[in-house]
């Protein structure tokens, strides 16, 4: 495919702190946290006029998804609007509990796994074409998942050593180290259609939220949510152009893994990338050795076909540095761009300052806040003010993006929600379709992602507006909820 749709979805870490007073429960939390989008859209689950989607999910965690998007820069402004609209909800919270005599602070965590050791993720979802077969899919795209996170890992550090995996040794035992990944160690399956009892790399529920005759969404849930705007850009990247070279049919080899599992856990506790790991042929490969492959077979496909948009250059380029970095043992090339480096560099650099081990608890601190995503507060929004974090997206186009949607299907729902929450109609918005529940139960399907214009739909959200309004006001001037 020429042209994709992408869009991730985060599950959010919320905690309450109280200076004098018992923290509030998860549920509770939570509650505080959606008050206001309950308000507006009578749900605790709804659409946004951005496009994106809002929710509360399993475990009260926080859930946002992007809207559809069709270029990594849509979709990397999406992705960190989310953050913006949650900590909007985050300081209103924070409000009311001051203004109820019960002062306190919410702290939303954008990362994989909180201190019980229960995982949350980030799902990303590609647009594939219905005629590209799915098993051969999976047999090339696992491969490339378990060893993608040498450049998309957010980075975890173990104070006391990581856990060990049945009979296979991860690190030394009880020794303090440092993973690429935080959701490696928390994936139990290669490819199902389970997302919690289970957990795969690739979940395979068959949910094109478009024309299933040529359409259908393949679900990778093995990733790692990541602050770095870099990050997300190169991790979403990647997997297209890999993706584009199975569906024109480019002879790969076959590098099936023996134990897809057991070799994302190996390669994650491995930061010199070469832990070599079963292959299904009996041979054995490093996750650097099967990278490499990709990146090399990458370019010479851009190279005969072209390069389908113009960050393709930039994606080769920052995924051969990331693996030169790693062979190397020197991240200085890409701690600025790559999340496992940026924290690995913020982490050494403090616990070189202060004369501390990976051991110390202070070290697992400034972990977790690598990930709060509050502005002036999560140690990654500093870093990035002061340089140390590169952007690839302007500041100015995140913020505009947690009020206007990118120009495909999205646009039309954004119009739709605006119109149809200021009328004071009840409604039911999904990815594809948008209904009035009046009398007439008005519907309108929009099944083509790309589309963002729709007739139809323009005529169900005239027909909301009182006799003689004049036109919507344009996004820039709703209120995010």
């Known amino acids: 495919m020429d042209r994709r749709i992408y869009g991730i979805e985060t599950e959010f870490g919320l905690a309450h702190s109280a200076p004098r007073a018992r923290p509030l429960p998860p549920e509770e939390a939570a509650r505080r946290l959606f008050a206001p989008v309950v308000a507006w859209g009578r749900s605790s689950n709804v659409f946004l006029p951005n496009g994106g989607r809002l929710y509360l999910d399993v475990g009260s965690h926080p859930e946002y998804a992007t809207a559809e998007c069709a270029t990594l820069e849509d979709l990397v402004a999406q992705d960190k609007a989310g953050e913006l609209i949650l900590d909007d909800l985050r300081r209103r919270a924070e409000h009311a509990l001051a203004e ?14 909180d201190s019980r050791g229960n995982s949350f993720g980030s799902h990303e979802n590609y647009l594939i074409a219905r005629r590209t077969g799915f098993p051969r899919l999976l047999a090339v795209l696992i491969p490339f998942l378990v060893t993608r996170q040498l450049l998309v890992g957010a ?14 040794a991860l690190g030394t035992p009880g020794a303090p180290s440092y993973s690429f990944s935080q959701r490696a160690d928390h994936i139990w399956e290669a490819s199902s259609s389970a997302t919690t009892r289970s957990r795969p790399l690739i979940n395979t529920r068959d949910e094109p939220h478009a024309d299933p005759q040529h359409h259908r969404r393949l679900h990778v849930i093995v990733g790692d ?30 590098r099936t893994l023996a134990d897809p599992v ?16 079963a292959l299904a042929d009996g041979s054995r490969r490093s996750a650097l050795d099967l990278q490499r492959e990709h990146l090399e ?40 761009e790559l999340d496992w480096a940026i924290k690995r560099r913020l982490l050494d650099d403090y616990a070189a300052r202060h ?5 110390s608890p202070r070290l697992a601190q400034l972990d977790l806040a690598y990930h709060d995503t509050a502005p002036g507060r999560g140690l990654f929004d500093l870093l990035e003010r002061r340089g140390l974090a590169a952007r690839f997206v302007p500041a100015e186009r995140v913020e505009a993006a947690t009020r ?11 119009r739709f929600v605006e119109a149809v929450v200021a009328s004071g109609h009840h409604y039911t918005v999904d990815w594809v379709h948008l209904k009035v529940n009046d009398r007439a139960q008005r519907t309108v399907v929009c099944q083509d992602p790309f589309a963002a214009v729709s007739a139809e739909a323009d005529a169900l959200i005239d027909s909301l507006r009182p006799a003689g309004a004049g036109p919507a006001a344009p996004h820039g001037d709703t209120p995010v909820l």
Do not use: C
């Open 355 to 359: 004369g501390l081990d990976e051991a």
């Open 297 to 336: 077979a990458a370019r010479d496909f851009v190279d005969r076909e072209g390069a389908h948009h113009d960050r393709v250059p930039w994606v080769l380029d920052l995924w051969e540095r990331g693996l030169e970095a790693v062979a190397r043992r020197d991240a200085s090339a890409v701690d600025t």
């Open 404 to 414: 206007t949607p990118p120009p495909t299907r999205a646009a039309v729902r954004g």
């Open 100 to 113: 109820e005599g019960a002062p306190g602070s919410l702290y939303l965590f954008k990362n994989n796994v």
């Open 155 to 168: 980075g975890k550090l173990h104070p006391t050593g990581p856990e060990q995996f049945g009979t296979t």
């Open 225 to 254: 949510s990541t602050m770095s705007q870099t990050t997300t850009a190169l991790r979403i990247g990647t997997t297209d152009l890999v993706l584009r070279m199975i569906e024109a049919g480019r002879i790969m080899p076959d």
């Open 262 to 277: 057991r070799a994302l856990r190996e390669i994650s506790h491995d930061l010199t990338g070469t832990t070599r790991v």
